[in-house]
């Protein structure tokens, strides 16, 4: 069988320093806000060349504490990509904010940049460019069209640890970056765990206090926080990962350019751009007879995923929230999109055998 993913053997190869960081955090005997989660901020704003980085519980939580940190006016509009995962929306709900729906690009399936400005109001107050899949939104457009406007740009990057343009990593090209290090992710941790990058003084204080109970110094409580904080023991573990996140993006690479150079033209396979680092967080094709083909490589044992199959604004927990506005490109990729399996675990021969099997399809 060739499992989509399999976590534990992922970890094993890095069980040894795992141990030996549970071992100090053991010894330390702080477990909130100590040693480890100081480190780990560290250096994962000098890995993405952003001046602070403020460790959070999750992905969902980092999107909306940087949503809240501009204490925008309650009811302003937040423009994101129709074919999002839920997070983004639900961040912006949770926030006090309505999402505003933009469809897709139906080659790099991140935000149709073409289609944001005439979704914008008087009340647009954000761009959230989701990074999906391990590709960069188009981001000059997006920062052309944030300074005409005079908004703000929130990069979600749970998707796009190491990606780039032009050597510019994703999550310096807007105000505010939030990371999910969901245990599938490039740089996954052992549980939830979550993070914000920016280079404003201003942001990060805010946001530290706000995941802090709104409190700079203990048991004194200045704005209206959350508690949502980087566990030490994840920050541990997520240190040491960090030291392989190119080796694992690169060894990613590798297997998308097997499917892309050898899989036959009956799939629609991601688009290359020139200047773009795609880290393929998710490796996905697209085909019309998506639920056949994904029940022939089950019965070859070959395990896949969907991302996604129902998009945000067909689902029942934000039914009251959108209008009757259709997406149609969201609706072809969400019918038809198939993620194969891409990961550290993986050989090429893997990735062969899979090609193999699908172009007999």
């Known amino acids: 069988m060739i499992e989509y993913e399999n976590l534990h053997k992922l970890n094993q190869r890095f069980a040894a320093d795992y141990h030996e960081r549970l071992g100090e955090v053991l010894s330390a005997g702080q477990f909130i806000l100590g040693k480890q989660v100081r480190e780990f901020e560290n250096q994962f704003a ?70 944001i400005e005439e979704s914008i109001t008087k009340r647009t107050v954000a761009i959230m460019a989701v990074h999906l899949y391990g590709k960069c939104c188009g981001m000059d457009s997006i920062r052309s069209i944030a300074d005409k406007f005079q908004i703000k740009i929130i990069e979600d990057c749970a998707q796009a640890h190491g990606a780039h343009i032009n050597g510019k990593k994703a999550g310096t090209f807007g105000d505010i970056a939030a990371f999910s290090f969901y245990p599938t992710k490039n740089l996954g941790a052992l549980g939830d765990a979550g993070a914000l990058i920016t280079s404003s003084d201003d942001h990060s204080k805010k946001i530290r206090m706000l995941g802090n109970y709104g409190s700079e110094k203990k048991y004194f409580n ?41 899989l036959k033209q009956d799939f629609i396979k991601p688009v290359i751009q020139t200047g773009y680092f795609d880290v393929h967080h998710i490796y996905n094709v697209r085909h019309q007879k998506r639920d056949k083909l994904r029940e022939y490589l089950l019965k070859s044992q070959i395990g896949t995923e969907i991302h996604y199959p129902v998009p945000p604004y067909k689902q029942k927990a934000l039914s009251d929230l959108f209008d009757r506005r259709e997406y149609p490109v969201s609706d072809e990729i969400h019918e038809t999109t198939l993620s194969l399996p891409i990961s550290w675990i993986h050989s090429e021969d893997d990735i062969r055998k899979v090609v193999k099997v699908m172009n007999e399809f």
């Open 222 to 262: 200045e704005i209206l926080g959350s508690n949502s904080r980087l566990d030490e023991l994840q920050a541990a573990f997520l240190s040491v990962k960090l030291k392989s996140l190119d080796l694992i993006n690169d060894h990613k690479r590798k297997l998308a350019a097997i499917y892309s150079n050898t």
């Open 46 to 115: 000098n890995y993405c060349g952003a001046k602070y980085c403020v460790g959070v519980g999750n992905g969902t939580d980092a999107l909306t504490l940087a949503l809240r940190s501009f204490s925008f006016p309650k009811g302003s509009e937040v423009i994101v990509a129709a074919n999002t995962y839920i997070a983004s929306v639900m961040a912006i709900v949770n926030a006090n904010l309505i999402p505003v729906m933009v469809d897709s690009d139906l080659k790099t399936y991140t935000i149709d940049v073409s289609k």
